[in-house]
């Protein structure tokens, strides 16, 4: 089965709190693809980062950082210093090679950075 | 533009109307996805189209749903006989090449069945 569990339904935190969205995901395929995007009130879907089973590496990207456990099947998303234009629902995606081309998302995440 | 571009971006249909809901990708990209989104649900996979081929149905809920692609660039998703439970957002997304590459979504069609 292919699956993504986002546990967190809603988040709430402080301007310039770090938070991070937990993202949980299961699949049998050894090769695969991992995504998150962000969903803006305007509900345009917009993407982050794409990372491949084969690629462990922690990545950075400004003030958002991504931490893939392959032993742990997750791929969690860290936003430092969170601001107030972060506030949106986030989805983690799985794409296995195998099952096409199709993304199954997780029900996602949303956070709400307060002033 | 020179993203994604959806039309119209909210339809109400009364149950048992037919509506069409069109997408327009992003120039030159040869994959086009459709996605189904219920209110606080992740999008959920419906079709997948390479250039004008239909390579992938299988999220289709039902028959009453029907997507074409026919020039390769724009595709109508159809609706025939709407049901409530149809109501949702319906996302496009196209990407640049077949393989698993980032998909670039539209501002969706929200359709409401009465």
């Known amino acids: 089965a292919q699956k993504v569990t986002q546990a967190q339904t809603e988040i709430s935190v402080v301007e310039k709190e770090d938070v991070t969205l937990d993202c949980v995901y299961e699949?049998?395929?050894?090769?695969?693809?991992l995504f998150w995007y962000k969903q803006p009130p305007s509900g345009e879907l917009v993407f982050l980062i794409r990372r491949n089973s084969f690629d462990e590496q922690n990545e950075i990207s400004g003030r958002y950082s991504w931490n893939f456990q392959k032993s742990t099947s997750s791929f969690n998303f860290t936003i430092t210093a969170s601001q107030v234009v972060d506030s949106a629902v986030y989805f983690c995606?799985?794409?296995?090679?195998?099952?096409?081309?199709?993304?199954?998302f997780g029900a996602g995440t949303i956070l709400r950075v307060k002033s | 533009g020179a993203g994604v571009s959806q039309s119209p971006r909210y339809k109400v249909a009364k149950r048992g109307q037919d509506v069409a809901l069109r997408c327009d990708p992003i120039?030159?990209?040869?994959?086009l996805f459709w996605y189904q989104q219920a209110l606080g649900q992740g999008p959920e996979f419906l079709t997948y189209?390479?250039?004008?081929?239909?390579?992938?149905k299988s999220g289709l809920p039902s028959d009453r749903f029907f997507a074409e692609r026919p020039e390769g660039s724009v595709s109508t998703l159809k609706i025939q006989r709407t049901q409530q439970e149809d109501s949702a957002v319906y996302l496009c997304?196209?990407?640049?090449?077949?393989?698993?590459?980032?998909?670039?979504f539209g501002p969706g069609t929200r359709l409401t069945v009465t």
């Open positions: 995606a799985l794409r296995p090679m195998e099952y096409g081309n199709k993304l199954v």
């Open positions: 699949t049998r395929d050894t090769t695969y693809y």
């Open positions: 189209f390479q250039n004008e081929a239909q390579l992938d």
């Open positions: 120039s030159g990209h040869v994959s």
């Open positions: 997304a196209s990407s640049r090449r077949a393989d698993p590459y980032e998909q670039y």
